[in-house]
Nanobody, 116 residues
Framework: QVQLVESGGGLVQPGGSLRLSCTAS????????MSWYRQAPGKERALVAV????????RYADSVKGRFTISRDNRKYTVALQMNGLKPEDTAVYYC?????????WGKGTLVTVSS
């Protein structure tokens, strides 16, 4: 069965950095696009970044361009989100997502809090 487990969240000061990781299992990871989403308090879940199966195609939300970097390691079945220059408005629960056989699978999320 498909499982996605996020890690790496925490409390960080504005301007700081965090690296999130998502470990996948239950499907052929190297054949699927992976995504990071986030949900801030009182807001809808929103796309942060997408990476294709080979890593050759990447797209970011305008709000994180130039600050966040998505990457993947197909040997380790992981997808990472390096977040630099964090702002208070980046505070959210961050989720890893995969669409497998027409079904969206989500991890449980990891909380990122940006505050002084």
């Amino acid at each position: 069965q498909v499982q996605l487990v996020e890690s790496g969240g925490g409390l960080v000061q504005p301007g700081g950095s965090l690296r999130l990781s998502c470990t996948a299992s239950g499907f052929a990871f190297d054949q699927y696009t992976m995504s990071w989403y986030r949900q801030a308090p009182g807001k809808e879940r929103a796309l942060v970044a997408v990476i294709s199966s080979s890593g050759s195609y990447i797209r970011y939300a305008d709000s994180v361009k130039g600050r966040f970097t998505i990457s993947r390691d197909n040997r380790k079945y992981t997808v990472a989100l390096q977040m630099n220059g964090l702002k208070p408005e980046d505070t959210a629960v961050y989720y890893c997502k995969n669409r497998y056989e027409g079904v969206d699978y989500w991890g449980k999320g990891t909380l990122v809090t940006v505050s002084s």
